[in-house]
């Protein structure tokens, strides 16, 4: 990986400048130039390595969100992955190996719409549903580290956004699902994306700054930076790792579990008997199998979790994976 790219990915992953010429900033940081660096941005991002520019949403904090997966024959797999995919409120969608081998990701306005997008899927495909809405997080970063540490207290609780903040004196009031709708898919790739976002939801560059901050401080936005996409930054083996912990012990198990180095994702979803009897989910990622298998080990003989039952679900082909869109247009 080329000086530039290992710097930009590694140090603007999360703390993404919230100031008018944020590209002006990390561009004399690297020692380049502004237009250089938004090309070479716009480069990743064609060759897949940065997905885009952009909050990352704590799940539920703004609208809704579930976890599905559905138990699909083989050799029609492609095509169910396909018909999910029609639906705009699927973001990620992955074959994993197990008899559950489809597993997507749904976000939407409200736990309303994910029940429409669930039935009608259901109804589209012919094949049943599991939803595993999300109960608590104890570890959700998504950033792929090159040399630092992840973020420390991911267990907090944010506080609650109003719904529209006051603008200055003429302008109309920013609504927070409308700064949502702007920021969902990215930052525009320009000197001033603050200020070109302020011009779409007519408001000013200072208000939409001062409301990214806010959003940030509350917990709301877990980190805004550059979001990377795991597989063609080489961790070309990941797995979701889900345990059957007793329910006195998953908060501190979780807890545990989060602060382990090869864990991106943490958290704890229901079960869903006879089918489903596991509580906990963390997903690890590695450069091989035998990699993620080596860490899975660790964990269990380190924190104690040799009699838990559990399952490896390891990823196999990627029909999807973009950001959450929370608010859709018909």
């Not at 969608?93 to 597993?103: D, F, G, K, P, V």
Request: proline residues 6%.
């Amino acid at each position: 990986m080329e000086a530039l790219t290992r710097r930009l990915l590694n140090d603007y992953q999360r703390e993404f400048p919230l100031e008018p010429q944020p590209f002006d900033h990390i561009a004399h940081a690297l020692d380049t130039g502004t237009d250089a660096l938004l090309d070479h941005l716009r480069e990743l991002q064609v060759q897949g390595v940065v997905s885009r520019v952009g909050p990352v949403f704590r799940p539920n904090t703004i609208g809704a969100s579930t976890l599905a997966a559905m138990a699909v024959a083989p050799a029609q797999l492609a095509h169910v992955a396909a018909l999910v995919n029609e639906y705009p409120q699927v973001n990620h969608n992955y074959e994993r190996e197990h008899r559950y081998n489809l597993w997507f990701v749904l976000t939407a306005a409200d736990r309303t719409a994910i029940d429409a997008t669930l039935t009608a899927i259901r109804r589209r495909t012919g094949y049943a549903v599991m939803s595993l809405p999300l109960v608590r997080d104890y570890h959700i970063d998504l950033g792929f580290h090159l040399h630092f540490d992840p973020a420390a207290d991911l267990t907090r609780i944010p506080d609650a956004v109003a719904p529209c903040v006051a603008a200055p004196q003429g302008l109309p009031a920013v609504c927070t699902e409308d700064l949502i709708e702007a920021i969902q898919a990215g930052l525009p790739l320009v000197p001033r994306p603050y200020l070109a976002i302020a011009e779409r939801i007519g408001t000013n560059e200072a208000t939409v700054i001062a409301q990214l901050r806010d959003m940030l401080e509350r917990g709301v936005i877990k980190r805004l930076g550059v979001v990377v996409r795991h597989h063609e930054l080489g961790y070309r083996a990941n797995a979701m790792a889900v345990w059957d912990v007793p329910d006195d012990r998953v908060d501190r198990v979780g807890r545990l579990l989060g602060d382990q180095d090869c864990v991106t994702l943490c958290y704890q979803r229901p079960r869903h008997p006879p089918d489903w009897r596991y509580n906990l989910f963390c997903m690890v990622h590695g450069q091989e199998r035998a990699e993620v298998l080596a860490c899975i080990a660790r964990m269990r003989a380190a924190l104690d979790l040799n009699g838990i039952p559990h399952a490896v679900l390891f990823s196999g082909r990627r029909f999807r994976q973009r950001g959450a869109r929370y608010r859709i247009r018909d």
